[in-house]
């Protein structure tokens, strides 16, 4: 009998209870400026897992470069708002690159009630 490829052992109904990606999403969305995380313009910004999809979070194996795409209320000079997220991210990943793309920004004037999204806007 033939032995399966390495690939074919994985089975793709076995998961951690919470994925890297998890994580990170978590970690991201708990800074109180992260309105929500975005998969970018094509949504490609997603980590794919068995059954399931975390958008707007890109994240291989541990160690691995990270990408977070998210909408931010603007609450400060970008530039610190992003640090700020990319730290929180640290805490979860360790010391890997972290790429943090701000998809949109929302003041306090134009910000979208959940789930709203620009179709539906007249």
Do not use: C, F, K, N
Not at 10 to 25: F, G, H, M, T
Not at 52 to 74: C, D, H, K, M, S
């Amino acid at each position: 009998m033939t032995e399966p490829a390495p690939g074919d052992r994985i089975r793709a109904d076995v998961e951690p209870a919470e994925s890297l990606a998890d994580q990170i999403a978590e970690a991201a969305l708990a800074h109180p400026a992260v309105v929500r995380l975005h998969g970018g313009p094509h949504g490609t910004i997603a980590a794919y897992l068995p059954g399931r999809q975390v958008t707007g979070v890109r994240a291989g194996a541990p160690g691995e470069p990270v990408e977070v795409g998210v909408v931010l209320r603007l609450a400060g000079p970008l530039p610190e708002l992003v640090d700020a997220v990319r730290t929180r991210v640290l805490d979860v990943t360790g010391p890997v690159q972290v790429d943090i793309t701000v998809v949109d920004v929302v003041t306090s004037e134009d910000e979208e009630a959940p789930g709203e999204d620009e179709a539906s806007r007249g």
